[in-house]
């Protein structure tokens, strides 16, 4: 079941908040790059929102410097209410706290998904800066990519390497059956057993769910993993590769999630 991420209140006073976040260079830089500071320069009221609504998200998520955990949540959003940029956000307040793997889950189609590979490339500006914090790759099929994301995992192991010399390791991949397979398949070859893990569904009210379930239940009969859809069988599956994660669930229409 889903955990509903509530984001009222403010940074100090969430109860319900399992660690204290950081608020780092990588999303002051993005929120700055988006325009959303005032005539000195600095981060605005609007730019401000976006930060704290962005940690009250992380901050109930699973801590990355804790012993791993899986959790769930659900991120309400309105329609056209920059749901986008809220987990583009999201990101990179990520990589500011350490998370070695973000994996974006988005677009049934491959404009969409293509859309939103480019869309991280253009916010984060990744494709200009010659720093190494981040490492983006788009539906991980083959052995390069593999040894690609081990080279990454492998220096975060390095306790005398500098964290700013880590490279996070951003997937995009199309939610699509055999995108989902590839990924699960190249994942399963790695040691994630210490590896914080950042999981978005991108509009998860389409095809994540289990499409079979209220057919199944008006029938009567019980529902086994074997007769869910296949999509959601796939990012149940990709779920059990990381034994230290969140998967975050975006959506406007809650409606069938709940």
């Not at 984060?124 to 790759?137: A, G, S, T």
Request: glycine share 4%.
């Amino acid at each position: 079941m889903s955990e509903q991420i509530e984001i009222t209140g403010n940074q100090e006073n969430n109860n319900n908040a399992k660690w204290q976040p950081f608020v780092g260079t990588e999303t002051e830089k993005l929120i700055e790059y988006k325009g959303f500071v005032n005539s000195q320069g600095k981060i605005d009221d609007s730019g401000d929102k976006i930060i704290d609504e962005t940690y009250r998200i992380l901050e109930m998520c699973s801590n990355p410097n804790d012993n791993p955990t899986a959790e769930t949540g659900l991120v309400l959003g309105y329609v056209q209410s920059g749901k986008t940029l809220s987990f583009t956000t999201l990101t990179a307040m990520a990589r500011d706290n350490n998370f070695q793997i973000v994996i974006i889950i988005a677009g049934t189609s491959t404009p969409l998904s293509e859309q939103s590979y480019k869309r991280m490339l253009k916010d984060l500006q990744i494709d200009e800066r010659r720093d190494r914090k981040w490492k983006i790759i788009k539906n991980p099929k083959n052995q390069n990519h593999l040894n690609s994301i081990q080279d990454s995992l492998e220096k975060w192991q390095d306790p005398t390497l500098p964290r700013e010399k880590c490279s996070t390791v951003l997937i995009t991949v199309m939610k699509q059956t055999h995108r989902l397979q590839n990924l699960i398949n190249v994942m399963r070859n790695l040691d994630l057993s210490n590896v914080p893990t950042l999981i978005i569904d991108d509009e998860s009210d389409q095809a994540s769910l289990n499409t079979r379930a209220r057919a199944n239940a008006r029938a009567g009969e019980s529902v086994n993993e074997g007769d869910a859809s296949t999509i959601y069988r796939r990012i149940n599956s990709l779920r059990e590769v990381f034994p230290h994660h969140t998967l975050l669930q975006y959506t406007a229409t809650p409606q069938a999630n709940l």
